[in-house]
């Protein structure tokens, strides 16, 4: 069964340094996601990504995070300038079909981004 | 607003019993809702979803969930526990004030079925 990847599964890193998380979403799957989870706390979306641009974004989601899709497999989030509070779980997901509001989003693993 | 309540942080039962883990709901609109399941260092799981039409819906492994529009709960069921199904579970619901692509989750509830 086709599943969605991320690497890697622990990053960690030094305050105000740049991270990029990857992705590799379900083959010929159109919708790309990221979400967060700080630990203790409820799963939170960040971005949707549909046709190389944005399609959605959360308050969460600000100058400091970009979303890129650099080639026809991988799908990334970049971090610029890291902070302590970014410290978090981050899922990618993907969904199959233009028809995002009733689609289902199928989770990668998650990396969880540790700031020191 | 849109969003989704699960009232407990834990359900407990024994192996061979009905289990119900509970989820209310929130929305303006016509709710699109869903179960997952995150077992220890595994992502989410898709279990089930409600978009329209039978207000019983059927899932993987066993899982189903009833959809109750008058008292805005989605609640899922399992006729039979098994200690495999300990894990943690999330109830979401379409986020549809702007593009509809967000899911809002719940805050999780752990399931622990005892032998």
């Known amino acids: 069964e086709p599943e969605v990847t991320q690497t890697p599964s622990h990053q960690v890193t030094q305050m105000g340094q740049e991270v990029i998380l990857r992705c590799v979403p379900i083959?010929?799957?159109?919708?790309f996601y990221w979400y967060r989870q700080i630990l203790g706390q409820k799963v939170e979306f960040l971005v949707s990504?549909?046709?190389?641009?944005?399609?959605?974004k959360s308050e969460i989601f600000d100058d400091q995070f970009s979303v890129e899709r650099p080639d026809g497999s991988n799908f990334t989030l970049k971090i610029r300038s890291t902070k302590l509070e970014d410290s978090a779980m981050y899922f990618c997901a993907s969904s199959s079909s233009v028809l995002s509001s009733t689609d289902t989003q199928y989770f990668g693993p998650g990396t969880r981004l540790t700031v020191l | 607003a849109q969003s989704v309540a699960q009232p407990e942080d834990q359900v407990n039962v024994a192996e061979g019993n009905p289990l119900t883990v509970k989820c209310t709901y929130s929305?303006?609109?016509?709710?699109?809702l869903f179960w997952y399941v995150q077992y220890p260092n595994r992502g989410l799981q898709f279990l089930l979803k409600?978009?329209?039409?039978?207000?019983l819906v059927k899932g993987s492994y066993g899982f189903e969930a009833e959809f109750n529009k008058s008292q805005t709960s989605f609640h899922l069921k399992k006729p039979s526990a098994l200690v495999s199904d300990s894990a943690l579970y999330f109830c979401?619901?379409?986020?549809?004030?702007?593009?509809?692509?967000?899911?809002?989750f719940g805050k999780g509830t752990t399931l622990s079925v005892s032998s």
């Open positions: 979401a619901v379409r986020d549809m004030r702007q593009a509809g692509t967000a899911l809002i």
């Open positions: 083959s010929n799957h159109l919708y």
């Open positions: 929305v303006s609109g016509n709710p699109y």
């Open positions: 409600y978009i329209t039409g039978d207000n």
């Open positions: 990504f549909y046709n190389n641009e944005i399609s959605e």
